[in-house]
């Protein structure tokens, strides 16, 4: 029932991240557990991902992933903060080497002008060298069409990001 | 996408639960995140849906659903005991009304006679009148299929119990 362009993506992430013994967590709002659930559709991906959180509520934010209350009270849930903080959290609570975050408004309701239906901020956290050298990136999205396609977008995003960053790992 | 057999499932349950202000968490092995990813394809699920963790290595049951690492020892991860740990961690943490949790072997690979493939544990935990009165109870199911069909299955006979559980919640 998965889109095969997804699942591909999987399939993909999941022999580069073997191959190289990385491991890999996700934490996801707007995505509702779509990339969890894209990535453990693959036979044997409990080689290489080891869990997540789906982070719909502030609470679990803050609880699961020591999102920061301040961060979220200055920028609110769906930010370049929030997304960099929840990667953060979750590749720290999972010890994993890499970890994806996505947040974002998947409609149709929750927009503003400020903040439209499908923006949406994918964040990636790195071990580095070990724990103490772990950073994150955001990347930020403006996604096209309604809540489903743009969760699947956001979802793709996510795993060819986590691919382009698993290929450059040594 | 997703099975429009299941969204059915997540609309009712949502209906229920937004009219009975119950909230709804999850915890996820075998299904990797397939509940959580179809209650929140449901436009408004953030009403009553808090969040989730998807469990796939037995540390994440440990250090974010409370699992005692006793019983992952005595009994394995998929177990009825694990399930029941699962749901009642999960529930604790995210500070619910209602848990589900999920363990089971989707395969094709990791049965064995004992443990065969669609062997699946699903837990569902309750508040009761206080979160000192809160327990769990478990149902065993050896579903049919491929990895796709049993994780499937095993969704739906989630959302089905917690539709059942929250339409006899007071």
Redesign the interface.
């Known amino acids: 029932?998965?889109?095969p362009a997804l699942v591909a993506l999987a399939e993909r992430l999941q022999g580069i991240c073997v191959g190289r013994h990385l491991t890999v967590a996700?934490a996801?709002s707007c995505?509702?557990?779509?990339?969890?659930?894209t990535?453990?559709?693959v036979?044997?991906?409990?080689a290489y991902?080891?869990?997540?959180?789906?982070?719909?509520?502030d609470?679990?934010k803050r609880?699961?992933l020591d999102v920061p209350v301040a961060t979220l009270a200055a920028h609110g849930a769906v930010s370049a903060q929030v997304a960099k903080a929840m990667a953060l959290g979750c590749r720290a609570?999972?010890?994993t080497s890499l970890a994806v975050s996505i947040t974002g408004i998947a409609?149709?309701?929750g927009g503003s002008e400020a903040k439209p239906v499908g923006l949406t901020y994918i964040g990636l956290a790195t071990r580095g060298s070990d724990d103490a050298t772990a950073s994150a990136e955001v990347h930020r999205f403006v996604l096209p069409g309604d809540?489903?396609a743009i969760?699947?977008s956001a979802a793709a995003e996510a795993l060819q990001w986590l691919i382009t960053t698993a290929e450059a790992s040594s």
């Not at 036979?43 to 409990?46: D, E, I, Q, V, Y």
């Not at 991902?49 to 509520?57: L, P």
């Open positions: 029932m998965l889109d996700t996801e995505t509702g557990g779509l990339v969890a659930e990535i453990t559709a036979p044997g991906s409990s991902y080891v869990g997540g959180v789906v982070s719909y509520a609470a679990v609880d699961l609570r999972l010890g409609g149709p309701d809540r489903a969760r699947a």
